[in-house]
């Protein structure tokens, strides 16, 4: 594979475009980690009404304040761990595209070789991971409820 003008210049065209559609999903993970979980925070709520933590007091009955906090449900922690892990994973391909995307400009530029082969294979690997995230994170986010083995009982 060899760098040429016209597949320096669909990439630095293309390369934007997935930026956007990339931004688009993390803004849309950042949005799915600001909700809360409501039946937590009311158990939450009740169990603070009741109990209260007195940091003057033993550490015996700090920890034992912390032991009888609700747990939150697995599904919950599970859809938490894989934002976050997006969140990576994004962090990521942005970091593939913008270096893709400023190499390219360099090279139609003029500063580098011609005919750069690593070039052209870095840019076509950005483009791919990029293009498998923007089609795999969605489609995991939305299988997750029917992945995870427990139900609404054992979430508890």
């Not at 894989?82 to 593939?96: D, H, T």
């Not at 500063?111 to 498998?132: D, E, H, K, R, Y």
Request: glycine content about 6%; proline content about 6%; aromatic content about 10%.
């Amino acid at each position: 594979m060899q760098m040429t003008e016209a597949f320096a210049g669909a990439v630095t065209v293309s390369i934007p475009i997935f930026a956007l559609a990339a931004g688009t999903e993390a803004r849309a993970l950042r949005d799915r980690l600001k909700q809360p979980d409501q039946e937590w925070e009311a158990r939450f709520a009740s169990y603070q009404a009741e109990h209260k933590l007195d940091v003057d007091g033993p550490p015996t009955e700090a920890v034992g304040y912390f032991r009888g906090l609700p747990w939150l449900p697995r599904r919950y922690l599970a859809e938490r761990v894989m934002a976050i892990a997006s969140a990576v994973v994004w962090m990521a391909v942005f970091i593939l595209l913008t270096i893709a995307e400023l190499r390219c400009l360099i090279w139609l530029a003029g500063g580098a070789m011609t005919a750069n082969p690593g070039l052209a294979t870095f840019s076509v690997v950005s483009i791919g991971v990029a293009m498998l995230a923007l089609i795999i994170a969605p489609a995991l986010y939305l299988a997750l409820p029917l992945m995870l083995p427990f139900g609404q009982a054992a979430q508890a």
